[in-house]
């Protein structure tokens, strides 16, 4: 999910305890609408931009990754150009996904689906170790984290392997507790100045390092956070749902063929109402905790 500030995917990514009740399958049956074609578009974060409510993901482009990369050229392909006429401009990858090879394979879609360049919006992600000495922890020490020597590494091998001469949305995957949170910051920073980077957004970050990066940033004068990037693991009506959030700008679908992608494009035309939203918030709303609770409870009446 991209998220305004707009996942990891495996089949969609956004990652929440989904209801499985009667309610929701009766919420299905009876607000479903068959998919017209059409597709809303809002405002990534605090930016111009504008980005598909639904945005194409990626990690099962490719192979050897997880179990979860299965989809080879021919296939991505015919998912692309789905998606592009279902009208989604918004896709998704990262450099570690099969150590790029996702990455590689939509550039190639990119470009035997002939879109121009300027009317698709490319997001890809920069920490993962990009070889197996470096995943093992064994070898080729720099090849991973938020290490300016990486970051500006594995933006040229991603502008390389997607076949284009700027990403639109560099994220971080993930924090690196061994780099200084200012020197990725500022690598980024450059990034954005050079023109190689339009946006930098960030994923799997807690709020408390999200925070301090956002000062950071802030106090600098250099390029923030634009979006955060959360994983979820939903279906068709969990979709609809988390497009009704305020804050979601975009929710990440993965397919690993195609009836699964037109399932999921399905989401962008079921409709919710407030009451039905309401009742897979309150039943998706997780406990909560301490001193939360508490306070809830000790103020019951005083509204």
């Known amino acids: 999910m991209s998220q305004g500030l707009g996942s990891d995917e495996s089949e969609t990514a956004l990652q929440v305890e989904t209801a499985t009740t009667a309610e929701v399958a009766q919420i299905y049956d009876s607000r479903f609408k068959i998919y017209d074609e059409g597709m809303n578009y809002k405002i990534l ?3 111009g931009l504008k980005v ?20 080879n050229q021919a296939s991505a392909n015919e998912m692309v ?5 279902a009208g989604i401009n918004f896709f998704d990858t990262a450099d570690v996904y099969s150590y790029g090879e996702s990455e590689t394979v939509l550039g190639q879609s990119l470009k035997d ?3 121009a360049r300027d009317k698709v919006i490319i997001a890809t992600k920069v920490r993962g170790a990009m070889s197996e000495g470096a995943t093992a922890g064994t070898g080729d020490v720099n090849n991973v984290g938020l290490s300016r020597q990486h970051i500006f590494s594995s933006v040229e091998g991603s502008l390389r392997r997607l076949q284009t001469d700027y990403i639109d949305l560099y994220q971080v995957h993930g924090w ?3 780099t200084p949170v200012e020197e990725a910051l500022r690598a980024l920073d450059d990034l954005v100045r050079q023109g190689k980077v339009r946006y930098i957004g960030c994923s799997n970050w807690a709020a408390r390092q999200l925070m301090k990066a956002l000062c950071l ?37 993965g397919a690993n063929k195609l009836t699964q992608l ?26 909560a905790l301490y001193p939360e609770w508490m306070i809830e409870r000790q103020n019951e009446g005083r509204r």
């Open 45 to 47: 974060g605090r930016t």
């Open 52 to 71: 598909s409510e639904l945005c194409l993901g990626t990690m099962t482009f490719g192979e050897n990754y997880f179990n979860i990369a299965v989809v």
């Open 81 to 85: 150009a789905r998606a592009l006429s």
């Open 113 to 115: 689906t002939g879109p």
């Open 176 to 178: 690196d507790v061994l």
């Open 217 to 253: 940033s802030e106090s600098h004068d250099w390029a923030g956070f634009v979006s955060l990037q959360a994983y979820y693991s939903v279906a068709q009506v969990a979709l609809a749902w988390l497009l009704a959030q305020p804050g979601v700008t975009s929710v990440i679908i």
């Open 262 to 287: 037109e399932d999921n494009l399905k989401a962008a035309a079921l409709e919710l109402s407030a009451a039905e939203i309401e009742t897979l918030s309150a039943t998706t709303a997780p406990r």
